[in-house]
């Protein structure tokens, strides 16, 4: 019988390797399969593991395969890549259980030809003596460099190398550290729903869950012993999972309270509830997003976090919004690469590729031009990512205030939470959160200002 863990890891990361989810979505499903939180734990751990070594895995199963890795099939390959990680990686599991399961999982899937070679791999495997990963020469180039590192971090070659081209070597290389660490759960406690720090820190001691308030963010709490994604704080909505890095691009956005706020990229609705908080019952808060799917993850995330007067509103993806300019402050949440969340998001690595950076860029001078038109005058345009590339934050600001009249950056500190920001702003007036230097994910924030004697915006539809 195979271990329940193990198999809904597997049906997860096929999923993953076939492009049909992201992590978040895979392991959500994968979980309704389990009802112990141990295996619930166990799950998360062999998924993002896999995922967070994928190519160091892959490296030193190679040697060992008479069939060039490429040429399998996807579930024989994700077979192969979560049993090495539970070897190398989880030494409290018997190797014997792991191999057998791996077996088990290929046969279970219709790939019983490939039994043998799944055994004779992994039987290999724990035989074999420790590898050591290549390591890049004194004056190699930097791509040189690069190709070693990635080997040993399990990061694609590219990225380093751009990396390594705007950061000293020991800092990348402590970021890529930094990215292969398990990140720990992070919540915002949520003030609408009359919580504060203190009692939920409380609350979630007595049930065995400790935590620690986060370093900067001012609602944030770090999880230090215990599983908290079932908890009833969590469903009744006292509490939201949330980087401390997301929580401080929120407080990017100047809201005061009676302030008119639009949230273009509301969706999971995170930023929403700070911006709701923000308002207070004499604000207005509308919410946008462009699927239906995304939009009730973010009615849910409302629901639940006592956000009911916030307004929902579907916005077509390339049409202008649908509102006049009257909002104090327009925030663009955009989407974008998700570079700057490896550590949380070990997936996005081996989903990125090079050329995907302008074509968000395109997208996010798009949005973000297109949002300037509903900003009233004096308000602000807040504009932020989870990317740590410059392509998609600084020069996506620039190119917008080349394009748009009216609009002049001012200091992402210059707002009510400047205090709490200061320490991330950096001399352009822009927030960046930095892996090796705060040790959070990598986030970006920029305000835009509309001056009050500006032009109009352009035309919207009424």
């Known amino acids: 019988m195979i271990a329940p863990a193990r198999r809904a890891a597997f049906a997860a990361l096929v999923e993953i390797a076939r492009g049909r989810a992201d992590l978040d979505d895979a392991l959500d499903r994968a979980r309704q399969a389990l009802s112990d939180a141990r295996d619930v734990g166990l799950l998360r751990e062999i998924v993002t593991g896999t995922l967070r070594w ?33 070897l190398e990686h989880l030494d409290r599991i018997p190797a014997s259980a792991v191999v057998h399961d791996a077996v088990a999982l290929v046969r279970a899937a219709k790939k019983s030809s490939a039994a043998g070679l799944v055994n004779a791999v992994l039987r290999a495997l724990t035989r074999a003596a420790v590898a050591v990963p290549p390591v890049a020469p004194a004056g190699a180039s930097r791509a040189e460099t690069a190709a070693a590192l990635a080997v040993s971090t399990a990061h694609p070659a590219w990225l380093i190398e751009r990396w390594l081209g705007r950061e000293p070597r020991e800092v ?40 620690t308030p986060a370093v900067s963010a001012p609602l944030g709490l770090v999880v230090t012993d215990g599983l908290v994604v079932a908890h009833q704080a969590l469903r009744e909505g006292f509490c939201g999972i ?75 993806e390339h049409a202008p919004l649908p509102f006049a300019a009257i909002f104090d402050v327009v925030a663009v949440d955009a989407p ?7 550590r949380r998001d070990p997936d996005i690595k081996w989903r990125r590729t090079p050329e995907d950076l302008q074509r968000f860029q395109a ?100």
Not at 182 to 203: C, D, H, K, M, Q
């Open 54 to 86: 994928q190519s160091r895995l892959d490296w030193r199963l190679a040697p060992l395969s008479r069939v060039p890795l490429a040429k399998l099939d996807v579930e024989v390959l994700v077979a192969l890549r979560m049993a090495a990680y539970q």
């Open 172 to 211: 990348v290389e402590a970021w890529l550290a930094f990215d292969n660490q398990p990140p720990p759960t992070t919540l915002r406690v949520n003030p609408l729903a009359g919580a504060s720090r203190e009692a939920v820190a409380a609350r979630l001691a007595a049930d065995g869950i400790e935590t």
């Open 242 to 316: 949330q980087d401390e890095g997301s929580q401080l691009a929120a407080l990017v956005a100047p809201v005061t309270a009676g302030a008119r706020v639009l949230d273009v990229c509301a969706a999971p609705g995170g930023k929403t509830l700070a911006y709701a908080w923000a308002a207070g019952a004499d604000g207005r808060v509308v919410a946008c997003d462009v699927r239906e799917r995304r939009l009730d993850v973010l009615r849910e995330t409302l629901r639940r976090g006592h956000a009911g007067a916030v307004e929902v509103v579907t916005i077509d």
């Open 336 to 342: 974008c690469s998700g570079l700057g969340t490896l």
């Open 363 to 462: 997208r996010q001078v798009d949005l973000l031009t297109r949002a300037a038109a509903v900003v009233a005058p004096g308000g602000a345009l807040v504009y932020t990512t989870c990317s740590t590339e410059p392509d998609e934050n600084l020069d996506v600001v620039t190119r917008v205030l080349a394009a748009v009249p009216g609009f002049t950056m001012r200091r992402a500190d210059a707002g009510p939470d400047g205090r709490i920001l200061a320490p991330f702003v950096e001399a352009d007036g822009c927030l960046r959160t930095h892996p090796v230097r705060h040790g959070l994910e990598g986030y970006f924030g920029a305000v835009l200002v509309r001056r009050p004697d500006g032009p109009p915006p352009a035309a919207v539809v009424q």
